[in-house]
């Protein structure tokens, strides 16, 4: 019982992490191809954002490498797609 309580926690942290990543994506996305500052609302809520936004897109790989290892580093692991998709992030920003 308490291995199926704790595997849909796992998931739901996985999910929440991964719909985090896209958001992320989204975020430097819209903020590298899009003049933000247009409209003078858009630039505040993005001058707001843009400290979460770096410290998550540092952090999560980390967290998600993280529980990857005590996934037991299962390479079917949700943690694993969310690791490689942070790094593809990280060097998106990087070039």
């Excluded at 309580?5 to 975020?27: N, P």
């Amino acid at each position: 019982m308490n291995n199926v309580h704790q595997g849909r926690s796992r998931l739901r942290m996985a999910t929440v992490l991964l719909v985090i990543l896209l958001l992320l994506f989204l975020y430097w996305f819209i903020g590298t191809q899009v003049n933000v500052y247009d409209r003078a609302s858009v630039g505040a809520v993005f001058e707001i954002l843009w400290f979460p936004a770096v410290v998550l897109t540092f952090f999560l790989p980390i967290f998600s490498a993280f529980q990857w290892y005590r996934d037991n580093w299962n390479i079917k692991s949700i943690f694993l797609l969310i690791v490689l998709l942070s790094i593809a992030l990280l060097l998106w920003l990087a070039v």
